[in-house]
């Protein structure tokens, strides 16, 4: 039986053994958003929005998407506080990041990463990890949590994007 194709690993992040808890929060963030990249790579960019796995209609065109709102939402608006449009979401359209594909893949990766950009950034600009976001969303909450619940939600995307892009071209890896 043939395996499946594996995609060479570049790795830049390194997750360190002995740090801060910062530091350790900051890599282990930085290494699943590099894990998601790795999902996309290699491909072309009109296979980004191929459904691999019916009946869901996930993609990775619109897990990018959704991560790239889900980066802004967190960190740039409920975390910072900065008054800045939603992404792919509305209420009259809540799930338009995964449903709607209009629009380039790539720039969508693009916009993805500009807004982990400005998420570091944040991060790095905060007080500290026991700092509270500046908009309150069911209660306070600290940029440990948020971390932390970044941390998650990549992991499961990470999870999802492995099976969508086994299903487009067989490749497995990072």
Known sequence: MASSPVWPVA???RIPRHADELSMLKAYLDYYRETFELKCSGLEP???SDRSSPPSTMSLHGLTRHLAGVERWWFAINFAGLDLPML??????PDQDFESLDG???????????????SRQLVDQATGLDQAGAVERGGS?????LMLRMIAEYAQHAGHADLLREGIDGATGA
């Open 11 to 13: 790795r830049s992040v």
């Open 46 to 48: 009109g296979r980004l």
């Open 88 to 93: 792919h979401y509305s209420d009259d359209d």
């Open 104 to 118: 380039d893949p790539l720039a969508a990766l693009r916009t993805w990463r500009a807004e982990c950009g400005r």
């Open 141 to 145: 909450y600290s940029l440990r949590w």
